[in-house]
């Protein structure tokens, strides 16, 4: 009988502390809750080509990729260390090889793959780097088609699984994971309720949200536009640590349309794309409101820990819109469009 007890006793313990092993933990801060503030002042990168309409960084090694709008070729590669241009690669159009609208561009860290998600298309390329330094036309390796939802923005987590985030869902699902041939594989967590009727096919609208994978690829970071919200998924999809970031309050939106709710000018731009080490991140934050014309920027890079340790808030001078980080160096390379495209580094 006490051999029973006892065996029981040790299930309900072993059941107990693997739910709080996989419980979600929820931290909410401010900006004054950090240990740690630093001002860091901008040193000015000047390349030997002016920058074509960049909006958004990838780094991988000693090159600068940079994403941009309205230019034949979408990607331009920069050598930081001799500050050329190297070469440019995705190309715009409807062809092999070619994207509509790329809207999201990753290096898999050690490896050849430059993954590069077409929205429009509803199509991940994955690029060859080796090809690319060496102009050659044929520079892709795969074409995975994801036309079965519309990702939103979409992640390589593996090499048989994306994570991606979705436009909007009949039954309201906001991320899913997706296998190499972009079949879905399981429907994460669905999009927050907003209180009032809303067509869940436009609920991006309301939860924008961006997002990044760690170098190891065992997390993924997703962080809202709009809303102080930061959400820390494993390699499962699982969702282990959420931030609730300064001032956190409910969105100021009305409604458009039918059943179609948009954020109003009323809210504040909260986070852009995280910038991930193994065991941390920094994200920008503003905390400003919304601008109606021109680029938004952000003021601050917060350094979080995935178990929700506050570690240091950043400010940058000059302000930035996108950030990339040499981790071993201790370089952050920021974006600033504010007169004309330019980059700066951040010592820290």
Request: proline fraction near 5%; glycine fraction near 6%.
């Amino acid at each position: 009988m006490k051999l029973i007890m006892m065996k029981k006793i040790i299930l309900i313990s072993f059941i107990f502390l693997s739910f709080n092993v996989c419980a979600q933990k929820e931290v909410n801060f401010d900006l004054d809750d950090f240990p740690k503030t630093r001002s860091l002042k901008g040193e000015k990168i000047t390349f030997d080509l002016p920058l074509m309409n960049p909006w958004k960084m990838e780094l991988a090694d000693s090159l600068l990729f940079f994403l941009g709008s309205g230019t034949e070729d979408a990607i331009d590669v920069y050598n930081l260390n001799t500050r050329e241009k190297v070469t440019q690669f995705c190309r715009r159009g409807r062809g092999p090889g070619e994207m509509i609208f790329p809207f999201l561009v990753q290096y898999i860290q050690n490896s050849d793959d430059v993954v590069v998600h077409d929205l429009n298309g509803k199509k991940v390329i994955v690029y060859s780097l080796k090809k690319i330094l060496g102009r050659n036309p044929n520079n892709y390796s795969k074409v995975v088609k994801v036309d079965s939802l519309y990702p939103r923005k979409l992640v390589k987590i593996s090499d048989d699984r994306f994570f991606a985030t979705l436009i909007g869902h009949p039954d309201a699902y906001m991320n899913c994971l997706l296998d190499a041939d972009g079949n879905v594989v399981k429907m994460l967590n669905k999009f927050p309720d907003p209180g009032m009727e809303n067509n869940n096919t436009l609920a991006s609208n309301l939860y924008q949200t961006n997002i990044c994978v760690s170098p190891d690829l065992s997390k993924v970071i997703l962080s809202y536009a709009a809303w102080k919200w930061i959400e820390i998924f494993n390699d499962h999809g699982e969702c282990i640590t959420k931030f609730s970031g300064p001032d956190f309050k409910e969105p100021n939106f009305v409604r458009q349309g039918k059943n179609g709710l948009v954020l109003t000018t009323n809210n504040s731009l909260s986070y852009w794309d995280a910038e991930p080490n193994n065991r941390s991140f920094m994200i920008p934050y503003s905390g400003e409101k919304v601008k109606i014309s021109g680029s938004n920027f952000y003021k601050y890079a917060l350094h979080l820990a995935y178990d929700g340790e506050l570690i240091c808030k950043y400010t940058f001078d000059p302000v930035v819109l996108d950030i990339q980080i040499d981790w071993e160096k201790r370089i952050i390379y920021g974006l600033n469009l504010e007169l004309e495209p330019e980059v700066y580094k951040y010592h820290f």
